[in-house]
C-alpha cells in the first residue's frame, strides 16, 4: 500500500484511488485544488496567462473569434471563381474598355515592341512547317505533330523573323536548343551590364 499524499493548495491527505497510473505524479487531491493552485499562486498566474494568450492566439480565444468574424470574407479560389457568371460578366467588360482592346492588341502582337512582327513570323512558321514539308535539322523528325518553328539566332540576341533565320527542330531538341540560348542571353547581359 502506498504511503498518502499531502495536497499542494489544501494541505488535506488523500489516498490513491483504485488503477490510478498518474499516482507517482499526482500532487492535488483533485481537479478543483488543482485549478484553484494554479490560478492563486505567483508561478499559476504566469502559466496562466501563458496558456491564455497561447489560446487567443490560435484563433481559438473568444477576442480572436470576435476580431474574426469581423473581417472581410475570401473569395472563392481563382479556378472555382473563373467559371461563374460574375467572372464572365467582369472579363467582359474588361475587354469592352479601352485598356482590354489594348490588352488584346498586345497579346496578339506577343512582341510589344515589334509591331506586325508577329505576323511575318507566322507566315514565315506556315511556309516552313507546312510547304516546304522539312524534317528536324538535329535529328530527321518528319512528324508534324512533333516539329516546331526556331529562330537560329536566337530573338535575345539579335536574331530577327527572317525565313533565312528560322529552322524545323522537334519538340526534344527545341527544348534543348532554348537552354542554350538562354544560358548565352544571360551571359551577353552580364557582360553587357560589366563593360557599361
Not at 505576323?119 to 535529328?139: H, S
Not at 539579335?158 to 527542330?169: C, E, F, I, S, Y
Request: net charge positive; hydrophobic share 30%.
Amino acid at each position: 500500500m502506498p504511503e498518502p499524499k499531502v495536497c499542494k493548495h489544501c494541505g488535506e491527505t488523500f489516498f490513491r484511488k483504485p488503477k490510478d497510473r498518474q499516482w507517482e505524479k499526482r500532487l492535488f487531491c483533485d481537479r478543483v485544488c488543482k485549478d484553484a493552485y494554479y490560478r492563486t499562486t505567483e508561478k499559476g498566474k504566469s502559466v496562466h496567462r501563458l496558456s491564455q494568450a497561447r489560446y487567443e492566439a490560435t484563433g481559438r480565444g473568444r477576442a480572436t473569434r470576435l476580431r474574426r468574424d469581423t473581417r472581410p470574407k475570401k473569395r472563392a479560389s481563382r479556378r472555382r471563381y473563373r467559371i461563374t457568371s460574375a467572372y464572365a460578366a467582369k472579363r467582359t467588360r474588361y475587354l469592352a474598355s479601352e485598356k482590354g482592346k489594348l490588352y488584346v492588341q498586345l497579346k496578339r502582337l506577343r512582341w510589344k515592341g515589334d509591331p506586325g512582327g508577329y505576323a511575318e513570323f507566322a507566315r514565315n512558321r506556315y511556309q516552313v512547317l507546312f510547304e516546304e514539308e522539312l524534317p528536324c535539322t538535329k535529328c530527321g523528325e518528319a512528324d508534324v505533330t512533333q516539329l516546331e518553328c526556331d529562330h537560329i539566332l536566337a530573338r535575345g540576341l539579335g536574331g530577327t523573323h527572317d525565313r533565312a533565320n528560322l529552322q524545323v527542330l522537334c519538340k526534344q531538341c527545341h527544348r534543348i536548343k532554348t537552354k542554350t540560348d538562354a544560358r548565352m542571353i544571360r551571359a551577353a547581359k552580364q557582360q553587357a551590364l560589366y563593360f557599361a
